[in-house]
């Protein structure tokens, strides 16, 4: 089962608007951490949004905030007031806690594109 | 303070050659990773290492690739003998041990792989 699942490989929205990108993970885990990344054209990674698994309140970092519903599990990203600069591919990424490892799995990623 | 930096930013190589890719991470961090991004695969760790020491090297395909860090401000991934299959795009990254698990990696900008 994959552990980090992002079910829109694409998606629009108009700019200024807001828009969600979904993530769903699998993990026994208690302790968990989350990870949201955007990589643009250029390809470089850029670390947006973090969440940890015992967080009682949603992570927010500007105009990015973290959707996180730990029954669900899952760990959607809002992004408020869209700018065309916010065009890119968002990863989702999770290091889970019990194991010690410190590698993160990504998903395969949503590829936004904000309209004017 | 400088990010991640990676060198070559892109390399095309003939079939059979060797390629070594090198990292510098960001000063005082612990960890280095090395992960690899493909259309087919996404993004996936290759091997870690903690205070030089590798800790996990599960990704890494098959015996033709090798990763060292001598000391805690440089890394190399050796590729020999290339195949084509081993064009990819191959991020360092760098992290240090944070609180809870929020240990945000920090990407450098990748160097991209052509094997022909």
């Known amino acids: 089962a994959q552990k980090i699942t992002q079910t829109q490989p694409g998606m629009f929205v108009q700019e200024k608007e807001a828009v969600t990108l979904d993530c769903t993970y699998d993990t026994s885990d208690q302790s968990y951490g989350l990870f949201w990344y955007k990589q643009p054209s250029s390809g470089e990674m850029i670390f947006l949004i973090y969440q940890g698994s015992y967080d009682e309140q949603n992570a927010t970092e500007g105009r990015y905030s973290l959707n996180f519903q730990k029954a669900r599990k899952s760990a959607n990203l809002v992004i408020s007031a869209s700018q065309l600069g916010d065009s890119a591919m968002y990863f989702c990424a999770m290091r889970e806690g019990n194991t010690g490892r410190r590698a993160l799995t990504f998903g395969s990623g949503t590829r936004l594109q904000v309209q004017p | 303070d400088a990010g991640v930096i990676q060198s070559p930013r892109h390399e095309v190589t003939e079939m059979g050659q060797e390629v070594t890719l090198r990292c510098k991470p960001i000063?005082?961090?612990?960890?280095l990773f090395w992960y690899r991004q493909t259309m087919m695969r996404g993004l996936e760790l290759l091997i870690y290492f903690n205070n030089n020491v590798p800790i996990d090297d599960s990704g890494m395909p098959e015996d033709r690739f090798s990763a060292k860090m001598p000391n805690a401000s440089f890394s190399t991934l050796k590729i020999q003998p290339s195949e084509p299959r081993d064009s990819a795009v191959y991020f360092c990254?760098?992290?240090?041990?944070?609180?809870?698990?929020?240990?945000?990696?920090?990407f450098g900008p990748g160097t991209r792989l052509l094997v022909l």
């Open positions: 000063s005082g961090h612990d960890y």
């Open positions: 990254a760098s992290s240090s041990l944070g609180t809870g698990y929020q240990e945000t990696q920090y």
